[in-house]
Structures are given as C-alpha cells and as structure tokens.
C-alpha cells in the first residue's frame, strides 16, 4: 500500500486540545499517479492498444459506452463504462484520476453508415470530442492522440499518399476526421493542447495471443468478413467491383497490423511526454494488397475454399489507397513489424478461431 505522509497534526476537539496524530493519505495509487485515459478502449484498435500500455508499464483507464465494445476486450486497468456526450460523467473522471494524456479512439466509423445519418456522425465524432476536450481543459490535461484515417484524403491524386496531399473527404465519415483535426490545430493554438493525429489506413490483424481481436456486428472490413466465410460463420463474402484500373481489377489497399498501430501510439505518447510538438502521420504499410490477393492468402492460410459473389462498384470507393509512411519512421522512429500479409492474416486466422467475444 502506497501513502502520502503529511507528518504530525495537533488534533483539537471545540478547541481543546487532544494531543498529536500521525496523518497520511493511503491508497494514493489510484488518485494521484498519473494515468493514460483511452475513450473507445473496449473496440477493436483501442483494446490492442490498452494491451500495449499496460506492457509497457502505464497505468490505463479505458472509458467506452460499449456500443461497438466489448467488457472482455478490456484486459486490464480500470473500464469506465459512460458516453462522451456525458459531460457531468467526464468531469467526475478527470476529478477522480490524474491523467497526462488522452488516446481519442471512440467514434463511429461505417462510411455507408456516415452517409445515410450524417448526424449521429457530427454529433459523436465532433460535438463528443468538443466534450472532450472542454473537460481535458478544465483538468489541465494537453497531450492528445487522435484516431484519425486515410479517408481525410478522398479519392487520392497522387499514390504513395503523402501527409501533404490535398484533404479532400468524400464522405461524412471522413469529414467529421478532417474537422476534428482541424479542432485539434486551433486548440493548440488557442489552448496550447498537443496532439498526434494518427491516419490510419486498413487496420487489419489480431493480437498474436488471440487474446484479442476483431469483432464488430455487422463487420463490414474484408479480412474478417473472408475468414468468417472460411470458418462457416458467413456464406460468402461480396467483391465490390472487379473492373478497376488495377492489376487483377479489384480494389488495392494498405492493411497494417493493429499491433503495429500501437506501436506508433506508445511512440506518439513518448514523443508528447518529451514535449514534441504536433504531428499528424499516415500509418500504414505503404504496400497495398488487391481485394483478390486478399482472399487468395486467406484461402492458402485457412486451406479453405472461400465462396465469392462479385457485386458492383461501391459509390466512393478509390481503386488505390497507399500511403507514404516515411514521416511515421521520421518523426516517431516507428516502424512496422508485423508488415507480411500472411503474418498479418494468420494472426486474424487464430483469433476467428479463438474468439473470446
Ligand atoms: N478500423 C480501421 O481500419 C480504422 C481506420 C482508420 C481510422 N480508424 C479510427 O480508429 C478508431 C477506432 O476504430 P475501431 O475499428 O477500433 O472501431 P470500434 O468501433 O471497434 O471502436 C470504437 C469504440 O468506441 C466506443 N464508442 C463510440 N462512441 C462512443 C461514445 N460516444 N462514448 C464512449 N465510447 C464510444 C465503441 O463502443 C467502441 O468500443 C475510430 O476512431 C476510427 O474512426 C479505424
């Protein structure tokens, strides 16, 4: 047991006095040491993360309201369950833990979604973080590290996609990501808050343990949808589109290993706590993979035939997504480790037929 030792105290009842007595605070781990708060840390990338803070000696509390999230994806530290639209909830939390930063992944994240009701997406993603970080300055906490995607980029010009490249999003989704980066840019300027935006291509991959993994309902990402196929949870799995401008006509993108993505949150989080400045990096492989390729890997690795239907384009759907991950490697000395796709797929592979939840 951990205590604060604030020395002798006269103890004095209606003013007589009683004699002296040792006082100390005890217990003070939980209020005082300073801790990582991590929103969205029971969903998919958010608990893989929460994961690597722990290994790495940080103390966690993981605060998510479970609509996408599960309880048993959070493996340690404290779960608060609450909505970020709760501001008198938020405020009770930085008022019991001392946090030195925030890792901001909770938000919804289906395009289609984004598309059809716009507002559940401003209004979580936007006005949710605004909560945030109203509270944030309330408590005087200034490190940030933002879940941020490739869809601020649109329909790309130029592949490799490089930070610079124009912003230009093609969909709600990627709008409410622009607009939280842009938030991000005037509070600091404003508030001096710090923060890391992280562009995430296709997070892909499961703990190696398959004590985590993927699990949304309804999965809309491929990896997952092709090897619910492969274990007979799915019948078959819809292949948008097969006339693009690509090798084999089908849709290339950049899948990184989600534990490669906590990688570059620990490394973000040591770059703010040395004081670095702000940043926003792309994450992701900078090698893209074909909607076929993927599935041929998965057949080979699962020895299952996987059952395809082909369907049309999907609206929005770029033919290449690729990025230049080079500023990643510069600024945050990150690099991936789990870069292979059969690495990446047979990680997936174990956790689909391990599931927890
Ligand atoms: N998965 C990807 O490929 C990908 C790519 C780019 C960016 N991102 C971003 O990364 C982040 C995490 O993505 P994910 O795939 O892990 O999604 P996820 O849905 O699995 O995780 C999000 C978590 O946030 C929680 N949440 C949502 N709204 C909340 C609220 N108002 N209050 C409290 N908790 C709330 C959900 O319950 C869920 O546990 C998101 O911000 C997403 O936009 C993901």
């Not at 990150?334 to 990680?347: A, N």
Request: charged content about 25%; glycine content about 8%.
């Amino acid at each position: 047991m951990k205590y604060v030792y604030l020395g002798l105290r006269s103890l004095r009842l209606s003013g007589r006095y009683l004699g002296f007595v040792d006082v100390r605070i005890e217990n003070i781990e939980d209020r005082w040491m300073k801790k990582v708060l991590v929103t969205g840390g029971a969903g998919y990338i958010g608990s893989h993360i929460v994961k690597a803070l722990l290994e790495a000696g940080d103390e966690v509390v993981t605060f998510d309201n479970l609509s996408e999230g599960h309880r048993d994806a959070v493996v340690g530290g404290d779960l608060v369950q609450g909505d970020l639209s709760d501001g008198p909830l938020l405020q009770s939390l930085f008022s019991k833990y001392e946090f030195d930063a925030v890792m901001h992944f909770a938000a919804n994240c289906r395009v289609g979604e984004s598309v059809k009701d716009p507002e559940k997406y401003y209004k979580n993603n936007v006005c949710n973080l605004l909560n945030l970080l109203a509270v944030m300055r309330r408590h005087h906490v200034n490190r940030m590290i933002f879940s941020s995607t490739a869809a601020v980029y649109g329909n790309p010009v130029k592949v490799p996609i490089e930070e610079l490249h124009p912003l230009q999003p093609i969909n709600p989704y990627g709008f409410t990501k622009l607009a939280v980066e842009n938030i991000l840019r005037d509070y600091s300027r404003a508030y001096g808050l710090i923060s890391v935006s992280l562009r995430y291509f296709n997070a892909a991959g499961a703990d190696p343990m398959a004590q985590l993994g993927e699990s949304h309902d309804p999965e809309t990402h491929l990896i997952p949808r092709v090897l619910a196929v492969a274990s007979g949870r799915l019948a078959e799995v819809e292949v948008f589109g097969t006339d693009y401008p690509t090798e084999d006509g089908t849709c290339i993108r950049d899948y990184i290993h989600v534990n490669d993505l906590a990688l570059a949150h620990l490394a973000a989080l040591k770059h703010l706590r040395g004081g670095g400045e702000n940043l926003i990096v792309n994450l992701g492989n900078s090698r893209g993979y074909s909607v076929k390729e993927i599935i041929k890997c998965a057949e080979r690795i699962t020895q299952k035939k996987i059952r395809v239907v082909h369907s049309s384009r999907r609206e929005g759907d770029p033919p290449v997504l690729v990025c230049d991950n080079s500023q990643a490697r510069r600024q945050l000395h990150w690099q991936p480790k789990i870069s292979s796709l059969d690495e990446i797929i047979q990680t997936s592979w174990k956790w689909e037929q391990n599931r927890r939840y």
